[in-house]
């Protein structure tokens, strides 16, 4: 394994931000961190990479224990916080020959490892850091972090804010990554994203919910979705949070999923509901389940 993680537990204060969260990564996996903003995923990934302790559990990162070895997991890791933390008045060229230097090694010797992002970014590289696109920064972090050969890659929500194509683009250098014997951990609010991964963790106000791999996940939910449309969207919601017997209602792109109680529901009898509520233009037809029904369903549970 690369990455064991052992009930670890970190709190502010009264504040918990992460509680007893135990996983494991096996050895060249892309694993996904899967969950909202303040989910606890930031503190989980700088404790993994030694940059705080936890108030209790174990962990070991490339075979090293995270407290006793941490001089070792930083040279073997790389990490990729959410902010863009690079040096925005050095350019691109400097940036990467400054992070180079502190882990002892050049670009030229790790060359390939790089070579499919930075010659993206090579047109670019006597540009200041703190004037490339968004989608350029994202790819000099990914080199950067990239440049001394990490055993394990850490990726702190890397596409937020970062426009579809780049998203997608990075996706794709992730997997080319992968196929380079390089273990993966990434976290994203995107649940999108959760599909593109070997395996998820979903996690919410500090706690795991679930680990699995996302077909399991989706494969495995038992409950019947209806995606519900009429004229007045939000007149619809708050209809349909009042019928008797939902389970839980939450706006889904165009749609309103809808999940009743009954194991007997019958959709006929909601459209004669909602018709007497006066909605036009009312469609209600089943829905294939996604990671992000399954997410809202752990999560009313937890409520």
């Known amino acids: 394994m690369s990455i064991t993680v052992h ?14 969260i135990s996983f494991e990564v096996k050895t060249g996996e892309l694993f996904g961190l899967i969950g909202p903003d303040g989910a606890g995923k930031t503190t989980l990934f700088r ?5 705080l302790l936890p108030n209790e559990g174990t ?11 941490y001089k070792s997991i930083r040279n073997s890791v790389g990490y990729m916080p959410g902010k863009f933390s690079l040096y925005q008045d050095l350019s691109v060229e400097e940036n990467l020959h400054f992070f180079a230097t502190i882990f002892g090694t050049t670009i030229e010797e790790n060359y390939d490892l790089i070579r499919d992002i930075y010659v993206q970014i090579e047109p670019f590289k006597k540009r200041r850091a703190g004037a490339l696109s968004g989608g350029m920064k994202q790819k000099l972090a990914l080199c950067c972090a990239l440049i001394h050969k990490p ?33 993966i951990l990434v976290s994203t609010p995107y649940m999108d994203e959760a599909a593109l991964c070997d395996r998820i963790a979903l996690i919410q106000k500090g706690k795991i919910f679930e680990i699995d791999s996302p077909k399991n996940i989706i494969s495995n939910y038992p409950k019947p979705i209806y995606a519900v449309t009429a004229r007045n969207t939000h007149q619809l919601l708050n209809d349909l949070k009042a019928y008797p017997s939902q389970y839980s209602v939450f706006a889904f792109g165009e749609f309103i999923h809808y999940i009743d109680q009954n194991s007997d529901f019958n959709s006929q009898e909601l459209r004669y ?26 999560t ?3 409520n």
């Open 273 to 298: 509901y909602l018709e007497s509520k006066n909605h036009t233009e009312l469609d209600i037809h089943t829905s294939i389940p996604t990671i992000e029904d399954v997410f809202m369903d752990l």
């Open 7 to 20: 009930n670890i537990s970190k709190s502010y204060k009264d504040f918990k931000a992460i509680e007893a």
């Open 47 to 51: 404790i993994l990479t030694t940059l």
């Open 59 to 69: 962990a070991m990162v490339a075979g090293f224990d995270i407290v006793k070895e």
């Open 151 to 183: 055993k394990v890659l850490f990726l702190d929500e890397p596409t937020t804010g970062v426009d579809p194509v780049s998203r997608k683009e990075f996706w794709e250098m992730l997997k080319r990554l992968q196929q380079k014997g390089i273990t």
């Open 300 to 302: 009313t549970l937890e």
